[in-house]
């Protein structure tokens, strides 16, 4: 019998140290591609992220400028029955019998719209030094009418109900289209679906309206607002202060609107040949605005940045004709629109 030789395999004891190296180069360069994908992945996104949320704020902000700038001297009717024999423009003179008026309270061609040049840091609350405001006066979009004639000019005001939801202390508007009133409301009572509004003595210079409006007149909110930039007192991650577009309503409180607007600036555009077209013929800064009741229409510049640092080096930008060097890697884009005054027109 022939026996065949008994082969003992070899027993595997592990892998080689050249194995390791090579499988550790190769799981290194997979970590480097992943980690590349990961970073280049998250600045991509973070670019669109703030490019993203820069024209959101933008968007937003033109909206609410635009609307508040082209209702100027709104007074709940049309222009033609309040023309300017001079320039053809609307021409309302209100009688103001509120008797610790704001600031802000004024009502005509002189003073619906009005603006700031180059703020100092006394002009507005937290204003950036340099920037532009602007300040616009009208009546409410709601409004209601009497219901039925005064009885006399100093009687209280009857309605049929209470659309604009006014309480005591409102300051109120009161117009038939030829004159018109602000007062401050000194009692607001409803019965029975009927609304009454008193303007007596007191808040009130006096309680007499400067005459006895028919069932044809109509009531509204005053507002006055006034539009700027200002610092918030936070600060990004990198600890540099954050600017937001802020508005100062007729109570006098600001009021933050929308962050990352770090400047605004503002011309106004006069028809100066007073051609009773209702288009500028020439725009300019606010101090140099010649006549504020030739002013038709408003060019509006906005300057927004992303909040955080999120450019790799730091952005040369395009504002107002300028090219400017940014001190930090936020990203920043200017927007501009121009907004007739709807109530200047012809």
């Not at 507002?223 to 600017?243: C, F, K, M, V, W």
């Not at 395009?318 to 890697?329: K, L, M, P, Q, Y």
């Amino acid at each position: 019998m022939i026996h065949q030789p008994h082969i003992v395999p070899r027993s595997q004891h592990g892998i080689t140290l050249v194995e390791v190296m090579i499988a550790m180069a190769i799981g290194l360069v997979l970590i480097t591609g992943v980690i590349q994908l990961f970073l280049s992945n998250k600045v991509t996104y973070t670019m669109t992220e703030g490019q993203a949320r820069i024209q959101e704020n933008a968007r937003f902000a033109i909206a609410i400028l635009s609307h508040d700038i082209r209702m100027a001297g709104y007074m709940g009717c049309g222009n033609s029955n309040m023309q300017s024999t001079s320039t053809g423009m609307p021409q309302v003179y209100v009688n103001n019998i509120v008797k610790d008026p704001p600031a802000n309270i004024l009502f005509g061609l002189e003073s619906t719209l009005n603006g700031i040049n180059d703020a100092a840091s006394d002009d507005l609350p937290d204003i950036i030094v340099g920037t532009d405001a602007i300040t616009l006066s009208r009546a409410s979009e709601t409004s209601a009418q009497l219901d039925g004639n005064l009885a006399s000019n100093n009687a209280n005001i009857q309605l049929s109900g209470n659309p604009g939801g006014w309480k005591k202390d409102d300051i109120l508007f009161i117009t038939d289209c030829r004159h018109a009133d602000i007062f401050q409301a000194t009692t607001v009572s409803s019965a029975k679906g009927k609304t009454t509004i008193a303007h007596a003595k007191g808040v009130n210079i006096d309680n007499k309206l400067s005459k006895i409006y028919s069932e044809d007149a109509m009531i509204m909110s005053f507002s006055s607002s006034t539009y700027y930039i200002a610092d918030t007192g936070r600060t990004n991650q990198a600890g540099e202060p954050l600017h937001s577009l802020y508005y100062i309503d007729i109570s006098g409180t600001p009021v933050e609107l929308i962050e990352g607007v770090s400047d605004m600036q503002i011309t106004y555009g006069e028809n100066t040949d007073n051609d009773n077209t209702g288009t500028a013929d020439t725009y300019v800064d606010a101090d140099t605005v010649t006549n504020w009741s030739d002013v038709v229409s408003v060019r509006l510049a906005l300057l927004l940045d992303s909040i955080e640092n999120i450019t790799s080096e730091a952005q040369t930008y395009s504002f107002e004709g300028n090219d400017i060097t940014a001190g930090d890697r936020r990203l920043r884009r200017s927007f501009t629109t121009t907004i007739s005054l709807r109530n200047r027109s012809s």
